[in-house]
Protein backbone atom coordinates (compact mmCIF):
# COMPACT_ATOMS: atom_id res chain seq x y z
CA UNK A 1 0.00 0.00 0.00
CA UNK A 2 1.26 3.47 -1.21
CA UNK A 3 0.47 6.28 1.20
CA UNK A 4 1.57 9.95 1.51
CA UNK A 5 3.54 11.25 4.39
CA UNK A 6 4.53 15.01 5.16
CA UNK A 7 8.25 15.60 6.83
CA UNK A 8 7.97 18.63 9.95
CA UNK A 9 10.53 19.80 11.82
CA UNK A 10 10.05 21.92 15.23
CA UNK A 11 13.75 23.78 15.91
CA UNK A 12 15.31 21.20 14.19
CA UNK A 13 13.79 17.99 15.77
CA UNK A 14 12.22 16.36 12.49
CA UNK A 15 9.27 14.02 12.09
CA UNK A 16 7.45 11.99 9.67
CA UNK A 17 3.64 12.73 10.15
CA UNK A 18 1.16 10.12 8.31
CA UNK A 19 -2.37 11.07 8.70
CA UNK A 20 -4.50 7.89 9.22
CA UNK A 21 -7.58 10.12 10.61
CA UNK A 22 -9.98 8.65 7.93
CA UNK A 23 -8.19 4.83 7.75
CA UNK A 24 -7.39 2.60 10.34
CA UNK A 25 -5.42 0.39 7.96
CA UNK A 26 -2.71 2.38 8.70
CA UNK A 27 -0.43 0.14 10.81
CA UNK A 28 3.27 0.32 11.27
CA UNK A 29 5.63 -2.44 12.57
CA UNK A 30 8.82 -1.90 14.28
CA UNK A 31 10.73 -2.92 11.40
CA UNK A 32 8.63 -0.65 9.27
CA UNK A 33 9.18 2.68 11.83
CA UNK A 34 12.81 2.01 12.20
CA UNK A 35 13.53 2.01 7.87
CA UNK A 36 11.75 4.90 7.61
CA UNK A 37 13.47 6.99 10.38
CA UNK A 38 16.90 5.85 9.03
CA UNK A 39 18.87 8.59 7.60
CA UNK A 40 20.59 6.70 5.35
CA UNK A 41 17.98 3.72 4.50
CA UNK A 42 14.93 5.75 4.83
CA UNK A 43 13.19 9.53 4.41
CA UNK A 44 15.24 10.18 8.21
CA UNK A 45 13.70 11.56 11.47
CA UNK A 46 13.34 11.70 15.03
CA UNK A 47 10.35 9.61 15.14
CA UNK A 48 6.76 9.05 13.26
CA UNK A 49 3.65 10.06 14.22
CA UNK A 50 0.24 8.69 12.94
CA UNK A 51 -2.89 11.60 13.42
CA UNK A 52 -5.75 9.00 14.31
CA UNK A 53 -9.62 9.66 15.15
CA UNK A 54 -10.51 9.92 19.10
CA UNK A 55 -13.21 9.58 20.83
CA UNK A 56 -13.76 12.90 22.93
CA UNK A 57 -11.35 15.04 20.91
CA UNK A 58 -10.14 16.62 18.28
CA UNK A 59 -7.49 13.72 17.10
CA UNK A 60 -4.96 11.37 18.74
CA UNK A 61 -1.53 11.98 18.00
CA UNK A 62 0.64 8.40 18.19
CA UNK A 63 4.54 9.18 18.40
CA UNK A 64 7.04 6.17 17.81
CA UNK A 65 10.41 6.84 18.54
CA UNK A 66 13.18 5.70 15.91
CA UNK A 67 13.32 2.52 17.79
CA UNK A 68 9.71 1.86 17.76
CA UNK A 69 9.36 2.24 21.27
CA UNK A 70 6.17 4.90 22.05
CA UNK A 71 6.37 8.41 24.32
CA UNK A 72 5.43 11.58 24.48
CA UNK A 73 7.36 13.95 22.14
CA UNK A 74 6.55 17.98 22.97
CA UNK A 75 7.95 18.95 19.72
CA UNK A 76 6.28 16.33 17.46
CA UNK A 77 3.10 17.03 19.42
CA UNK A 78 3.37 20.97 17.96
CA UNK A 79 4.52 19.64 14.60
CA UNK A 80 1.10 17.38 14.65
CA UNK A 81 -1.29 20.01 15.63
CA UNK A 82 0.00 22.27 13.00
CA UNK A 83 -0.53 19.72 10.88
CA UNK A 84 -3.88 18.91 11.62
CA UNK A 85 -4.63 22.24 11.45
CA UNK A 86 -3.35 22.96 8.16
CA UNK A 87 -4.97 19.72 6.18
CA UNK A 88 -8.01 20.87 7.91
CA UNK A 89 -8.83 17.79 10.18
CA UNK A 90 -9.41 20.22 13.05
CA UNK A 91 -10.95 23.91 12.81
CA UNK A 92 -10.65 24.46 16.46
CA UNK A 93 -8.23 26.58 18.02
CA UNK A 94 -7.66 25.98 20.73
CA UNK A 95 -7.79 21.98 19.51
CA UNK A 96 -7.98 19.31 22.32
CA UNK A 97 -5.80 16.23 21.31
CA UNK A 98 -4.91 12.75 23.23
CA UNK A 99 -1.29 11.28 23.18
CA UNK A 100 0.62 8.84 25.16
CA UNK A 101 0.29 10.69 28.59
CA UNK A 102 -2.74 12.08 28.56
CA UNK A 103 -5.04 14.62 27.06
CA UNK A 104 -3.40 18.19 25.97
CA UNK A 105 -5.05 21.37 24.60
CA UNK A 106 -3.20 23.34 21.72
CA UNK A 107 -2.70 27.04 20.30
CA UNK A 108 -1.94 27.55 16.96
CA UNK A 109 -0.55 31.07 15.77
CA UNK A 110 0.44 30.98 12.62
CA UNK A 111 3.60 28.82 12.39
CA UNK A 112 3.94 29.03 16.24
CA UNK A 113 2.38 26.04 18.03
CA UNK A 114 1.88 26.61 21.99
CA UNK A 115 1.39 23.32 23.63
CA UNK A 116 -0.42 22.83 27.52
CA UNK A 117 2.03 20.24 29.38
CA UNK A 118 0.73 18.05 31.67
CA UNK A 119 0.64 19.43 35.17
CA UNK A 120 4.19 18.83 36.62
CA UNK A 121 5.16 17.56 40.35
CA UNK A 122 8.24 18.25 42.44
CA UNK A 123 11.38 17.80 41.10
CA UNK A 124 13.63 15.03 42.56
CA UNK A 125 17.40 16.09 43.08
CA UNK A 126 20.03 13.88 42.69
CA UNK A 127 23.70 14.22 44.34
CA UNK A 128 26.21 12.84 41.94
CA UNK A 129 29.95 12.35 42.09
CA UNK A 130 30.80 13.96 38.69
CA UNK A 131 33.91 15.36 37.44
CA UNK A 132 34.61 19.05 37.55
CA UNK A 133 33.13 19.94 34.09
CA UNK A 134 29.86 19.32 36.38
CA UNK A 135 27.73 20.53 38.74
CA UNK A 136 27.54 18.19 42.02
CA UNK A 137 23.57 18.07 41.75
CA UNK A 138 21.40 16.62 38.63
CA UNK A 139 17.66 16.39 38.13
CA UNK A 140 15.54 13.98 37.05
CA UNK A 141 11.64 14.79 36.14
CA UNK A 142 9.03 13.59 33.97
CA UNK A 143 7.56 15.71 31.57
CA UNK A 144 5.73 13.02 29.40
CA UNK A 145 8.89 11.65 29.36
CA UNK A 146 11.32 11.11 31.44
CA UNK A 147 14.60 13.76 32.30
CA UNK A 148 17.60 13.16 33.74
CA UNK A 149 19.60 17.19 33.69
CA UNK A 150 23.20 18.49 34.84
CA UNK A 151 24.47 21.76 34.54
CA UNK A 152 27.52 22.75 33.18
CA UNK A 153 29.58 25.72 34.14
CA UNK A 154 31.40 25.97 31.09
CA UNK A 155 29.66 26.26 27.85
CA UNK A 156 31.66 24.49 26.25
CA UNK A 157 31.50 21.36 28.25
CA UNK A 158 27.97 21.38 26.50
CA UNK A 159 29.35 19.48 23.61
CA UNK A 160 29.86 16.67 25.87
CA UNK A 161 26.59 15.83 25.82
CA UNK A 162 26.77 12.16 23.56
CA UNK A 163 29.31 10.36 25.84
CA UNK A 164 27.94 11.70 28.98
CA UNK A 165 24.32 11.17 27.94
CA UNK A 166 25.23 7.97 26.66
CA UNK A 167 26.72 6.88 29.92
CA UNK A 168 24.11 7.84 31.78
CA UNK A 169 21.34 6.62 29.59
CA UNK A 170 22.56 3.25 30.12
CA UNK A 171 23.56 3.62 33.57
CA UNK A 172 22.37 0.00 35.48
CA UNK A 173 19.81 2.91 37.11
CA UNK A 174 18.46 3.81 33.80
CA UNK A 175 19.37 1.57 31.19
CA UNK A 176 15.98 -0.94 31.33
CA UNK A 177 13.42 2.22 31.13
CA UNK A 178 15.77 4.69 29.29
CA UNK A 179 16.22 8.41 30.37
CA UNK A 180 16.89 10.94 28.37
CA UNK A 181 19.83 13.12 29.14
CA UNK A 182 20.07 17.20 29.16
CA UNK A 183 22.99 19.81 29.59
CA UNK A 184 22.17 23.16 30.96
CA UNK A 185 23.99 26.30 30.62
CA UNK A 186 22.54 29.11 32.57
CA UNK A 187 22.61 32.04 30.88
CA UNK A 188 20.48 34.24 33.38
CA UNK A 189 17.30 33.33 35.49
CA UNK A 190 15.18 33.36 32.43
CA UNK A 191 17.34 32.41 29.90
CA UNK A 192 19.26 28.79 29.42
CA UNK A 193 20.97 26.81 26.46
CA UNK A 194 20.90 22.99 26.60
CA UNK A 195 21.60 20.25 24.98
CA UNK A 196 19.74 16.83 25.01
CA UNK A 197 20.63 12.80 24.39
CA UNK A 198 17.44 11.43 23.48
CA UNK A 199 16.78 7.82 24.54
CA UNK A 200 14.78 6.09 21.40
CA UNK A 201 16.97 7.98 18.94
CA UNK A 202 20.15 7.29 20.85
CA UNK A 203 22.12 10.27 19.95
CA UNK A 204 22.07 14.24 20.55
CA UNK A 205 18.87 15.98 18.60
CA UNK A 206 18.60 19.27 17.41
CA UNK A 207 16.07 20.02 19.74
CA UNK A 208 13.67 18.25 22.49
CA UNK A 209 10.38 19.80 23.61
CA UNK A 210 9.72 18.06 27.33
CA UNK A 211 13.55 17.90 27.73
CA UNK A 212 13.54 21.87 27.43
CA UNK A 213 10.50 21.68 29.50
CA UNK A 214 11.92 20.07 32.26
CA UNK A 215 15.06 22.03 31.95
CA UNK A 216 13.02 25.23 32.27
CA UNK A 217 11.11 24.06 35.53
CA UNK A 218 14.81 22.84 36.69
CA UNK A 219 16.10 25.98 35.62
CA UNK A 220 13.15 27.76 37.70
CA UNK A 221 13.80 25.68 40.69
CA UNK A 222 17.42 25.54 40.75
CA UNK A 223 17.68 29.64 40.52
CA UNK A 224 14.62 30.05 43.40
CA UNK A 225 13.08 32.43 40.61
CA UNK A 226 9.47 33.69 40.70
CA UNK A 227 9.71 34.44 36.72
CA UNK A 228 6.85 32.61 34.64
CA UNK A 229 8.32 32.09 31.16
CA UNK A 230 11.73 31.12 30.51
CA UNK A 231 13.66 31.41 26.86
CA UNK A 232 15.84 27.96 26.02
CA UNK A 233 18.14 28.12 23.23
CA UNK A 234 18.47 24.64 21.30
CA UNK A 235 21.06 23.61 18.71
CA UNK A 236 17.74 23.80 16.39
CA UNK A 237 16.79 27.43 17.67
CA UNK A 238 14.73 29.21 20.39
CA UNK A 239 11.61 27.50 22.56
CA UNK A 240 9.89 29.03 25.43
CA UNK A 241 8.31 27.28 28.47
CA UNK A 242 5.71 29.55 30.28
CA UNK A 243 4.68 27.64 33.98
CA UNK A 244 2.47 28.92 37.16
CA UNK A 245 5.06 27.35 40.20
CA UNK A 246 2.97 26.67 43.11
CA UNK A 247 4.40 27.67 47.30
CA UNK A 248 5.03 23.63 47.24
CA UNK A 249 7.44 23.65 44.36
CA UNK A 250 4.77 22.32 41.84
CA UNK A 251 4.43 23.21 38.65
CA UNK A 252 0.87 24.14 36.61
CA UNK A 253 -0.40 25.68 33.38
CA UNK A 254 3.04 24.59 31.78
CA UNK A 255 2.96 25.46 28.03
CA UNK A 256 5.44 24.72 25.81
CA UNK A 257 5.62 27.30 22.82
CA UNK A 258 7.80 27.66 19.92
CA UNK A 259 7.82 26.99 15.79
CA UNK A 260 6.86 24.13 13.58
CA UNK A 261 6.95 24.06 9.99
CA UNK A 262 6.44 21.55 6.94
CA UNK A 263 9.71 20.51 4.89
CA UNK A 264 8.30 18.43 2.33
CA UNK A 265 5.73 15.49 1.40
CA UNK A 266 5.48 12.29 -0.50
CA UNK A 267 4.64 9.30 -0.56
CA UNK A 268 5.63 5.62 1.02
CA UNK A 269 5.03 1.87 0.45
CA UNK A 270 4.18 -0.20 3.22
Sequence with gaps: MTIPFYKYQGTGNDFIIINSF????????????????????????????????????HFKMVFFNPDGSQSFCGNGARCAVHFAFSLGIINDNPCVFEAFDGVHKAYVC????????????????????NNQEFSNVSYFLETGSPHF???VEDKGNLDLIIDYGRKIRYSDEYKNEGVNVNFIYGIDSKRIEMRTYERGVENETLSCGTGATACALIHSTHCNSDVNMI??????GILKVSFDKMSNGEFSNVHLIGPAKQIFHGQIEI
Design 149 to 151: ASY
Design 110 to 129: EDEVKVEMSNIGSIETINSD
Design 22 to 57: DTEKIQLDVNQIQRFCSRKFGIGSDGIILIKKSIGH
Design 231 to 236: EIQTKG
